[in-house]
């Protein structure tokens, strides 16, 4: 069964304090992670999709990463608006995601 | 474009009533989801459908019915509801090619049952 943990689970920030989200899952045959951004009564926004250990994107303050076993979510320099809460999701099977909880980020100002 | 919508925002039901909710897309997608939001436990797949009359059970499917009638609706139905069915629902929708199947979301039906 495919499982995917997300760390923290709640994440305190300063405006301007870089940090790490962390995403770990166990799969058998990786087709896709997936990472979106969810704010406060929306659904998922879509933010990256990694297929392979090493790959890199990034869009404006967000930096994602991939390993065999786990997906970083870098946030440098973080706005009050970048606050949301950031799901990660892994595919094994075309057309199918399982979700982590989530980690829900607040940047104060 | 409308992306993923769906009908209606909010809904209490008590415990034995029954409901449908519509989940529409015009994007043209062949894939659509139906999950289920609870709090500390991420999204859970309900029902899915890879295309016009074609419906799959997913993770959670029991206390739930669905219909894909039309290649742009996908339904759930909650034949006889319960407590345990209170809970944010959101519709999904994604095209079926490889290598872009990013998965683009309603905006959710936060439904309660007393």
């Known amino acids: 069964e495919d499982q995917v943990t997300q760390s923290p689970e709640a994440l305190r920030l300063q405006e301007g304090e870089s940090s790490s989200l962390n995403c770990s899952y166990t799969v058998s045959g990786l087709r896709g992670l997936f990472w979106y951004r969810q704010d406060p009564g929306k659904g998922p926004e879509f933010l990256f999709t990694?297929?392979?250990a090493g790959e890199e994107k990034e869009k404006e303050r967000l930096k994602a990463t991939l390993t065999k076993k786990e997906s970083f979510l870098h946030i440098t320099a973080p706005k009050p608006e970048d606050s949301a809460t950031y799901l990660c999701?892994?595919?094994?099977?075309?057309?199918?995601?399982?979700f982590g909880a989530g980690t829900t980020v607040t940047v104060r100002a | 474009n409308a992306g993923v919508t769906q009908t209606p925002k909010f809904r209490v039901l008590k415990t034995g009533q029954s409901m449908t909710l519509l989940c529409a897309q015009d994007?043209?997608?062949?894939?659509m989801y139906w999950y289920r939001q609870d709090p500390g436990m991420g999204l859970r797949l309900i029902h899915y459908?890879?295309?016009?009359?074609?419906?799959a059970k997913g993770e959670v499917p029991d206390g739930y019915n669905v219909s894909r009638l039309k290649k742009q609706n996908f339904l759930l139905g909650l034949e006889s509801a319960a407590p345990s069915q209170t809970s944010v629902y959101f519709c999904a929708s994604t095209q079926d090619r490889v290598g872009y199947n990013e998965q683009f979301f309603g905006p959710g039906t936060r439904l309660t049952v007393l």
């Open positions: 990694l297929y392979s």
């Open positions: 459908s890879v295309g016009e009359g074609t419906t």
């Open positions: 994007m043209n997608h062949e894939y």
């Open positions: 999701a892994v595919q094994a099977e075309w057309g199918k995601l399982s």
